[in-house]
């Protein structure tokens, strides 16, 4: 079974404070990786799709990098703006029958970005 | 990019009454449209993968005869959730698939009294 697992759960920054969001996954041969932004009643934005190890994508003030077990969403001088809740999503690469493009989601990181 | 549009954005019922939500990808053409469920402070659930023209797929633990899910065309998925209870209140999100790629709809904010 995929597994998506995210951490902090929760973290607060000063503006300008860089840091970085961990997405660690297990899955059966991946076919992508994702990254979503959700702010509070919205649907997730699309951020990034990453396909193999060491493919880096970027952004404005975010970068996502991808190993074998893990990705990184980086985040440089970040704004109150940045605040939201970051998701990290698996595609595996032989999904069951008639699952398509199936996602399987991690419980997010709530960034809390502050002046 | 992608647009994908979700009709209500939020939805008062009563319980034992049925309510209709709608998916439209506006700018693409979708084969596989996807049904997710999301209660406060959780990650998104799958609820089940919905293909033009053929059944829904749905996820383990998923009542199919509760949540009805149509692909009429390939732009258009509808959830109907069937005779409503309390713990069905929850945020339904649905996504459009394009080139491996989802893109979300904004969400439906489903509340039954």
């Known amino acids: 079974e995929d597994q998506v697992t995210q951490s902090p759960e929760a973290l607060r920054l000063q503006e300008g404070e860089s840091s970085s969001l961990n997405c660690s996954y297990t899955v059966s041969g991946l076919r992508g990786l994702f990254w979503y932004r959700q702010d509070p009643g919205k649907g997730p934005e699309f951020l990034f799709t990453l396909y193999s190890a060491g493919e880096e994508k970027e952004k404005e003030r975010l970068k996502a990098t991808l190993t074998k077990k893990e990705s990184f969403l980086h985040i440089t001088a970040p704004k109150p703006e940045d605040s939201a809740t970051y998701l990290c999503?698996?595609?595996?690469?032989?999904?069951?029958?008639?699952?398509?493009?199936?996602?399987?989601f991690g419980t997010g990181t709530q960034l809390k970005v502050e002046l | 990019g992608a647009v994908v549009s979700q009709h209500p954005s939020w939805v008062i019922c009563k319980s034992g009454t049925s309510v209709k939500i709608e998916c439209r990808s506006l700018?693409?053409?979708?084969?596989?449209m996807f049904w997710y469920r999301q209660f406060p402070k959780q990650s998104l659930m799958l609820m089940a993968t919905s293909n033009e023209g053929s059944k829904a797929t749905y996820e383990q633990g998923v009542e199919k005869d509760k949540f009805l899910i149509n692909h009429a065309s390939l732009t258009l998925s509808t959830l109907t959730v069937t005779s409503a209870h309390p713990e069905d209140s929850s945020f339904y999100i649905c996504s459009a698939g394009s080139n491996n790629e989802q893109f979300f709809g904004p969400g439906t904010r489903l509340t039954v009294l």
């Open positions: 700018d693409f053409q979708a084969t596989t």
């Open positions: 999503a698996v595609q595996a690469a032989h999904p069951p029958p008639g699952g398509g493009n199936k996602l399987t």
